[in-house]
């Protein structure tokens, strides 16, 4: 676009559309388990969205990439992306999150928890275990499934396994929520859920977000239940229910500002037909595209 000549009777109608026309803000894409930014995949899902919405896109890899995905601590693997998000130029007067399955709760992790990061603007997660799961992500087709299965069996609140597989993170055993709060190291931290650890901060960065959207599929057989992916769960109480987010106490007592950002109109809860991560290039130029085509200054909803 060329420069604006301020002498220009043209001259404000040229700033106005120099505004409109902004660049849009870059985004990072964090992927899932057992993924990698350099498999086909994933590069062609990051190139579409680059290609789509105008925007600059990095994926950003954690350590070796499938290995670490798998057995390196979440709060370690988030504490990498903070690092490279500070490090990238582009993305420091903010940027947007792509969130792949597992990549959601990492990429909360560096809102909440990324010191003196660049902001946040967008996040649009994808099949996001945002409430836990009541089972290890079926890894049927992965080779390092079996070392994942034999590390379960030695108790997944053990702080072996907490210390050296992922998930084991953010899976909430429904009928074990004594042994979830005392041993998981990741989740209760990241949605606030001690109430003698509750941290502030963590709210008043998630809920700073720009636009939240939380993208469910219909037929997730990986997350259990599905819901999770809009932050709904099984009741304390009841255990066989599964509760909408509305009913959460996360949300009710607005843990993480999940309430805040809902009622100011900035969540979008969106279900996609598909299972996991089954997502359609139609579904991704009406629900991501337009949340990545926002510049900062127009940051409207
Ligand atoms: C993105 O654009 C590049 C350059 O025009 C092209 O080579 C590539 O095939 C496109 N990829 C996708 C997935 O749209
Ligand atoms: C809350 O989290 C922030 C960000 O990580 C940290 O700087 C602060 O010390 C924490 N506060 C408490 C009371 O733990």
């Not at 792509?98 to 809102?111: D, H, M, P």
């Not at 009913?247 to 309430?259: A, N, P």
Request: charged content about 20%; aromatic content about 10%; some cysteine.
């Amino acid at each position: 676009m060329g420069s604006c000549n301020q002498q220009s009777r043209l001259g404000v109608l040229c700033i106005a559309a120099s505004i409109i026309q902004e660049k849009p803000l870059p985004f990072i894409v964090l992927h899932g388990i057992g993924d990698e930014c350099k498999n086909h995949g994933l590069y062609q899902f990051t190139q579409l969205l680059i290609n789509t919405s105008g925007a600059v896109g990095f994926c950003i890899e954690i350590g070796d990439g499938a290995g670490d995905s798998f057995f390196m601590r979440l709060d370690k693997q988030a504490d990498l992306v903070c690092d490279q998000v500070k490090e990238i130029p582009e993305l420091q007067s903010g940027y947007n999150i792509v969130g792949l399955s597992q990549g959601n709760v990492i990429g909360r992790a560096v809102i909440e928890f990324c010191d003196s990061g660049p902001p946040v603007h967008n996040f649009v997660s994808l099949g996001g275990p945002h409430a836990g799961t009541a089972s290890i992500p079926g890894c049927a087709a992965m080779s390092l499934c079996w070392v994942a299965t034999a590390l379960i069996r030695l108790g997944v609140y053990s702080s072996f396994v907490q210390n050296h597989l992922a998930p084991s993170g953010y899976v909430k055993i429904p009928d074990d929520l004594d042994a979830y709060y005392k041993g998981c190291l990741f989740l209760p931290k990241l949605n606030n859920e001690i109430a003698s650890n509750w941290n502030a901060t963590y709210k008043d960065r998630l809920s700073s977000l720009n636009h939240l959207v939380l993208i469910m599929f219909e037929h997730d057989t990986v997350l259990i239940p599905r819901e999770t992916a809009w932050f709904g769960y099984y009741g304390e109480e009841q255990n066989s229910v599964v509760q909408t987010p509305q009913e959460t106490r996360l949300y009710k007592e607005d843990w993480v500002g999940l309430r805040a950002l809902d009622e100011a109109g900035r969540v979008s809860y969106v279900s996609f037909p598909g299972d996991h991560l089954r997502i359609t290039k139609a579904e991704v130029d009406e629900y991501v595209i337009p949340h990545l085509r926002t510049s900062k200054n127009a940051s409207l909803l």
